[in-house]
């Protein structure tokens, strides 16, 4: 079954305790990316990977790290959390067509930093 | 830059009733749009995209959605609504340039169906 997981689904941790949140999908998508979601603000993309060792920023990266060491795997790691960044993450791994793309979400992560 | 609106936060609908959910969008060049929905302690789930063609597209669970480029607006609608309907529904936009595959979300439309 074609499906993208994240770990853990729920965390709840201190301000500066370094923590990563891991995305796997096994569909051999070149292309994955990590959206965070905010009441009001629907979805916004932190980073995304175009391939194995190819990141860039997406719209909000600050506090946010990530790697793409194999292409089934896309963690995502906040060095120093902070409480700004209690959300809901969600990965997302994505189908190149011609034409458009199918993107598949993972089920979400809720980090809650106090 | 690209950007989608969805004007309404809350919707409630009768059920059995036909349902709207708005969205307009933003974007340079032909868009490339799409609609998830999002049920309580769930992930997205993808329902219909528009990327070129025929302007109504039609999707999963009976969902349908009208591209209409002069008033650059893509709702979604059902004819008749399932209490089975209620959820978070997004609207979705990407410019169609090889690239960055971001998807720029609306803020959320929560459809309330009332038995």
């Known amino acids: 079954e074609a499906q993208v997981t994240q770990n853990p689904r729920y965390l709840i941790t201190v301000t500066g305790k370094k923590l990563t949140v891991t995305c796997s999908q096994n569909?051999?998508?070149?292309?994955m990316s990590w959206y965070r979601q905010d009441p009001g603000l629907g979805l916004r993309q932190i980073y995304y990977?175009?391939?194995?060792?190819?990141?860039d920023k997406g719209d909000v990266p600050e506090g946010y790290k990530v790697s793409r060491k194999e292409k089934r795997n896309f963690p995502l790691i906040l060095e120093s959390p902070s409480p700004n960044q209690t959300s809901l993450y969600f990965c997302?791994?994505?189908?190149?067509?011609?034409?458009?793309?199918?993107?598949?979400f993972g089920p979400g992560t809720r980090l809650t930093v106090t | 830059a690209q950007s989608v609106a969805q004007p309404e936060d809350q919707v409630n609908v009768a059920e059995g009733n036909p349902l709207t959910v708005k969205c307009t969008y933003s974007?340079?060049?032909?868009?490339?749009l799409f609609w998830y929905v999002q049920y309580p302690n769930r992930g997205l789930q993808f329902l219909l995209k528009y990327i070129t063609g025929d302007n109504l597209v039609k999707g999963s669970y009976g969902f349908e959605a009208e591209f209409n480029k002069s008033q650059t607006s893509f709702h979604l609608k059902k004819p008749s609504a399932l209490v089975s309907d209620s959820a978070l529904y997004f609207c979705?936009?990407?410019?169609?340039?090889?690239?960055?595959?971001?998807?720029?979300f609306g803020t959320g439309t929560r459809l309330t169906i009332i038995p």
């Open positions: 974007v340079s060049g032909n868009p490339y």
């Open positions: 979705a936009v990407r410019e169609p340039n090889f690239g960055n595959e971001k998807l720029t």
């Open positions: 990977s175009m391939n194995v060792e190819v990141t």
């Open positions: 997302a791994s994505i189908l190149r067509l011609a034409g458009g793309h199918e993107q598949y």
């Open positions: 569909m051999n998508h070149e292309y």
